[in-house]
T-cell receptor, first 114, second 113 residues
């Protein structure tokens, strides 16, 4: 899996948009970019995945520039309940025959305050 | 919405004892995983399981660990002789297709004393 770099922590206030950027300079042609969220004492939860340009779902948007060396997770109008650790993962989902292990880094601790 | 379940939520055991952690993955999923997270540290991959066999395992997954899918619904992780350093949160995950969209269970907190 390609190595990723993301900020250790971010602070925000309720109602603001939060953008978390992840650098992945060595991303390979077949790699996808995937973001997970983890609340304390819970398992990680899949948020969004993309390959290029922009992907949006009911939770977040993922922006990927043309060179794909970075990506930005955008959370619109955050609330206190969005306080969590956010992980950026990069890898090729088709590379192995028996599933794909996720390699988590330290992630970005997002703290949302009133 | 279907979800992965795990039992027990908390297990306390003495060093040297065997423990079995249980998971019920989502029913139409094909790929199964165990991860662990020591308090304050990263989530670490232990093992992946597909087509009734281990497809990949990490260095952590030594001979003390084993996995089984005995009946088509349960997926278990056995630690044969627990050590203090096995104390961690253990997460089961399942996936329908290869693609990094894994569904995690709520975890089992294992405390070895």
């Amino acid at each position: 899996l390609a190595k990723t770099t993301q900020p250790i922590s971010m602070d925000s206030y309720e109602g603001q948009e939060v953008n978390i950027t992840c650098s992945h300079n060595n991303i390979a042609t077949n790699d996808y970019i995937t973001w997970y969220q983890q609340f304390p004492s819970q398992g990680p939860r899949f948020i969004i995945q993309g390959y290029k340009t922009k992907v949006t779902n009911e939770v977040a948007s993922l922006f990927i520039p043309a060179d794909r060396k970075s990506s930005t997770l955008s959370l619109p109008r955050v609330s206190l309940s969005d306080t969590a650790v956010y992980y950026c993962l990069v890898g090729d989902p088709g590379v192995t025959g028996g599933g794909n292990k996720l390699t988590f880094g330290t992630g970005t601790q997002l703290k949302v305050e009133l | 919405e279907p979800e992965v379940t795990q039992t027990p939520s908390h297990q306390v055991t003495q060093m040297g004892q065997e423990v079995i952690l249980r998971c019920v993955p989502i029913s139409n999923h094909l790929y199964f995983y165990w991860y662990r997270q020591i308090l304050g540290q990263k989530v670490e991959f232990l093992v992946s399981f597909y087509n009734n066999e281990i497809s990949e395992k990490s260095e952590i997954f030594d001979d003390q660990f084993s996995v089984e899918r005995p009946d088509g619904s349960n997926f278990t992780l056995k630690i044969r002789s627990t050590k203090l350093e096995d104390s961690a949160m253990y997460f089961c995950a399942s996936e329908r297709d290869r693609g990094y969209e894994q569904y995690f269970g709520p975890g089992t907190r294992l405390t070895v004393t």
